[in-house]
T-cell receptor
Framework: DGGITQSPKYLFRKEGQNVTLSCEQN?????MYWYRQDPGQGLRLIYY???????QKGDIAEGYSVSREKKESFPLTVTSAQKNPTAFYLC????????????FGEGSRLTVL | SQQGEEDPQALSIQEGENATMNCSYK?????LQWYRQNSGRGLVHLIL?????REKHSGRLRVTLDTSKKTSSLLITASRAADTASYFC????????????FGKGTRLSVIA
């Protein structure tokens, strides 16, 4: 079945460690996105990519990094520079802007110990 | 950013009643979208309404858009306990390929 797969679902990290969250889609979508969600809050955009080998910062990119080497993959690295990384991270994809909604993965919950 | 704001923040109704959620935004848009999120899960796209549309229906969902007031509403008719979730509006700006901006959501509880 087509969809977006995020892994791991739960992740625990010690302070000072980098972690990478995986996002893979088999929908043949050009655009991919990473959002962060804090309890009781909406989604805030971290990074997005509209084409392979290109990505743009969102509203809260500091302390995060991404790569887009393949169309189907858009991993997010949460670096030690991110001051408050405990959150729910959501990856999404879309075929393009203005034509359809976003397809979301099931999310990855990161907890810093 | 042009973040939408949903109203109310939380809504509790009885099964069978209608639920209305509102969204306001600040700048001109290409379209406005509504999403649903069950607790601890990803978001699911419900409906998209373009800036030149005023009303759209999908099953028990009815969405309206008033671009002059920069508001939208989502109506869920004959609600069911399974409709319990958070609902978010998201706007796509009309200045180039801008990504969606989400509001903080309305938490809907439907009591059986």
């Amino acid at each position: 079945d087509g969809g977006i797969t995020q892994s791991p679902k739960y992740l625990f990290r010690k302070e000072g460690q980098n972690v990478t969250l995986s996002c893979e889609q088999n929908l043949n979508h050009d655009a991919m996105y990473w959002y962060r969600q804090d309890p009781g809050q909406g989604l805030r955009l971290i990074y997005y990519s509209q084409i392979v080998n290109d990505f743009q910062k969102g509203d809260i990119a500091e302390g995060y990094s991404v790569s887009r080497e393949k169309k189907e993959s858009f991993p997010l690295t949460v670096t030690s520079a991110q001051k408050n990384p405990t959150a729910f991270y959501l990856c999404a994809s879309s075929p393009g802007t203005g034509t359809s909604g976003l397809f979301f993965g099931e999310g990855s919950r990161l907890t810093v110990l | 950013s042009q973040q939408g704001e949903e109203d109310p923040q939380a809504l509790s109704i009885q099964e069978g009643e209608n639920a209305t959620m509102n969204c306001s935004y600040k700048t001109s848009i290409n379209n406005l979208q509504w999403y649903r999120q069950n607790s601890g899960r990803g978001l699911v796209h419900l409906i998209l309404i373009r800036s030149n549309e005023r009303e759209k229906h999908s099953g028990r969902l009815r969405v309206t858009l008033d671009t002059s007031k920069k508001t939208s509403s989502l109506l869920i008719t004959a609600s069911r306990a399974a409709d319990t979730a958070s609902y978010f509006c998201a706007t796509e700006g009309n200045s180039g390929n801008t990504p969606l901006v989400f509001g903080k959501g309305t938490r809907l509880s439907v009591i059986a």
